[in-house]
């Protein structure tokens, strides 16, 4: 554990709170894709095999059941709740997300650290997390109309990546042997899908503008 990894958690986890709370008190998913939501349940429902055979720590095990637990929560709350799947955008979310899933897992078959059930799945869910966020994107830029909170989740969510990227820097010179190189290169290929984001958020912010995003 160093700085960057737990700032990178911790903002990692204010993502998630931020849109339990826009969902929850406002009872509205506008302007959220549930099809990125859907990745990302099946990234943390593959990259946590593990949670009940290896115990690492207490906080390793929370982290693990928060994102695991809201992530399906906020499937079921796009899907199934009465109110909130009223004000899902599905004209716009068309995204084909399905069709990231099996070239992400014929890589994680071929390049995995490991060729055990479990390194396979690990591989996949970091090659699934580094694109699940394209049907986010692809919405926001039909739509055009990002209220704070749904923009304040994106840009948590990318500042997440690119500080675990500080923390993987930080490991290679501190640490001797630390060379991982399916998690730099996906999380990377991640941080990078995000620049144009971000680059319209500082923008919004420095002018004190309402964010938007060139069609």
């Known amino acids: 554990m160093n700085i960057f990894r737990l700032v990178g958690d911790m903002t990692h986890l204010a993502s998630v709170l931020v849109l339990l709370l826009k969902i929850h008190t406002i009872k509205s998913c506008a302007g959220v894709s549930l099809k990125t939501q859907e990745l990302y349940a099946i990234v943390f429902a593959t990259r946590y095999l593990d949670l009940f055979t290896q115990y690492v720590s207490f906080y390793n095990t929370l982290m693990k059941l928060i994102f695991l637990v809201s992530s399906f929560s906020i499937v079921w709350y796009m899907r199934r709740h009465k109110i909130v799947r009223r004000s899902y955008d599905k004209d716009h979310d068309t995204f084909r997300h399905y069709f990231l899933i099996l070239p992400c897992l014929l890589l994680a078959l071929v390049l995995n650290e490991k060729f055990t059930f479990r390194e396979v799945m ?22 055009r109309n990002i209220d704070n909170l749904t923009g304040q989740y994106v840009f948590l969510l ?31 290929v991640q941080t990078l899908l995000y620049a144009d984001f971000f680059y319209y958020y500082f923008q919004s912010w420095k002018n004190n503008a309402k964010l938007e995003l060139p069609a």
Not at 125 to 141: F, G, R, W
Not at 158 to 186: C, M
């Open 122 to 143: 690990w591989a996949f869910s970091l090659y699934l997390e580094a694109v699940a966020i394209l049907p986010q994107l692809v919405l926001l830029q039909r739509t």
């Open 158 to 188: 990318g500042a997440y990546r690119s500080f675990y990227i500080l923390n993987w820097v930080y490991r290679y010179f501190t640490q001797p042997h630390f060379v991982h190189w399916i998690s730099w290169v996906s999380g990377l």
